[in-house]
């Protein structure tokens, strides 16, 4: 297992801006990375997904107001996040495919086998 680290999260108002960042140490990123969000009382969802290539997934709810992005000589997967929304506050995790699951979708949890440990992102109206 990989380690992964998210930072970022905080408390803003709806409008506001945030940059959270998955940072692993030890191994390579490969294949998928995935950023999901889970709100209280609701199942975990799937948010953006880049590829080895550079390739971007992102789910509706958050399409044109966040972006993901991967610095390969830092290890790291960010995920800016603009125009926040009060819908947005949840926990944020990051996840790492390092098995290369092909046949299991981008979007799907199962598609993940190294997790972190969530940032809390917090936007009040």
């Known amino acids: 297992q990989v380690p992964l680290v998210e930072s970022g999260g905080g408390l803003v108002q709806a409008g506001d801006s945030l940059r959270l960042s998955c940072a692993a140490s030890?191994?390579?990123?490969?294949?998928?990375v995935g950023w999901f969000r889970q709100a209280p009382g609701k199942e975990r969802e799937f948010v953006a997904a880049i590829n080895w290539t550079g390739g971007t997934y992102y789910a509706d709810s958050v399409k044109g107001r966040f972006t993901i992005s991967r610095d390969n000589a830092k290890n790291t997967v960010y995920l800016q996040m603009n125009t926040l929304l009060p819908e947005d506050t949840a926990t944020y995790y990051c996840?790492?495919?390092?098995?290369?699951?092909?046949?299991?979708?981008?979007?799907?949890?199962?598609?993940?086998?190294?997790w972190g440990q969530g940032t809390q992102v917090t936007v009040s109206s």
């Open positions: 996840a790492a495919d390092l098995l290369n699951r092909a046949g299991i979708s981008y979007s799907s949890q199962a598609r993940y086998n190294t």
């Open positions: 030890g191994r390579t990123f490969r294949w998928y």
